[in-house]
């Protein structure tokens, strides 16, 4: 029996009921990222054009955040998509962003094409409207080479073990680089290595 495929899929959503979307309409900005859980989602909003601030008066009641350069991380209870896929079994989300006002391009896994096709029926029971952009068999995640020391240095060194023989903090001096910069070298090259694990046929 052949074994199963992992497939990268990429899937065009549409939504109507966004609170941010429907709230910034007419305003010149994109989601570039979206953070989704069943009851909320944090939408990273990012102006077109830094010379035209985002009109946050429009944002009354939802929770807001700066991070700089005009952009905000803007908090609001979730639409049908992001619910429906921050609570599905089947897929494993890759990256989110807003395509046009009313809808959404999620880029994710799936372990074969019958977790595919569930998921499907998930999204037709849900009534929503959606397009397959792609469909392509899951390619080994390639470590960079400051990844693949980074994990290689925390692992020799005890970050990973119980007892945590050494803190983030400690490393991060001992290889020369800042604690938020290992955390997130660490971070993409765990998710990589867990990636090839579960999914590499």
């Not at 849900?126 to 995640?141: C, D, E, N």
């Amino acid at each position: 029996m052949p074994a199963k495929t992992a497939l990268e899929v990429v899937m065009e959503i549409k939504r109507d009921d966004c609170i941010v979307t429907n709230a910034l309409a007419d305003v010149n900005c994109t989601i570039v990222r979206l953070i989704m859980r069943p009851d909320y989602t944090l939408h990273r909003v990012k102006p077109t054009d830094v010379c035209d601030p985002i009109d946050i008066s429009r944002l009354k009641g939802l929770k807001l955040r700066r991070v700089g350069n005009g952009t905000y991380w803007i908090e609001s209870s979730s639409c049908s998509v992001c619910h429906l896929l921050s609570k599905t079994q089947f897929i494993h989300p890759l990256g989110t962003h807003s395509v046009g006002k009313n809808h959404v391009q999620v880029r994710f896994l799936v372990a074969s094409r019958g977790d595919l096709k569930l998921f499907k029926k998930e999204m037709d029971e849900a009534g929503l409207q959606y397009t397959i952009i792609s469909v392509s068999p899951f390619v080994h995640q390639e470590l960079t080479q400051k990844e693949k020391y980074a994990l290689e240095e925390a692992l020799r060194r005890g970050y990973f073990d119980i007892e945590g023989r050494i803190s983030l903090t400690e490393l991060s001096h001992i290889l020369g680089v800042t604690p938020a910069s290992l955390s997130e070298l660490l971070r993409r090259g765990l998710k990589k290595t867990v990636y090839n694990y579960l999914y590499q046929s």
